[in-house]
């Protein structure tokens, strides 16, 4: 690929990517956050995290390509209702698959399983 030539998403990367159903914050008690990536590097992702006994509701806040952006939002809607083993289980790399991420964006699925675990860490 030349360096000016667009990029090919799939269609999951680009519907995420145009619409992300969970982005945004939580607030209130028992919420936590964590936090990977950095904005210098090109990518950082923010999750809020709320873990309750009907399982898990999660947001995120993202900097960062398509690719980013989709994935921390298929990892929201993936995780959420899960119990705390489940996220702890949670690998970023099964996000590749689905979202057909290329090689030199691999990066992006484990910045969003550090932010999970990050989060994970305040509870």
Not at 7 to 20: D, I, K, M, Q, S
Not at 86 to 102: D, H, K, Q
Request: aromatic share 4%; hydrophobic share 50%; proline share 4%.
């Amino acid at each position: 690929m030349l360096a000016d030539e667009p990029r090919a998403y799939n269609e999951a990367v680009l519907t995420r990517f145009a619409a992300p159903r969970h982005a945004g914050t939580l607030q209130g008690p028992n919420v936590v956050h964590g936090r990977a990536g950095s904005v210098a590097a090109g990518r950082e992702v923010a999750f809020s995290l709320r873990l309750a006994a009907d399982g898990a509701e999660l947001r995120f806040l993202a900097y960062g390509c398509p690719h980013t952006i989709a994935a921390a939002d298929l990892a929201a809607e993936r995780l959420a209702g899960g119990d705390r083993e489940t996220l702890a289980a949670f690998r970023g790399l099964s996000l590749v698959e689905e979202l057909a991420l290329p090689a030199d964006k691999l990066a992006v699925a484990l910045v969003v399983e550090d932010a999970l675990k990050a989060a994970l860490a305040e509870l």
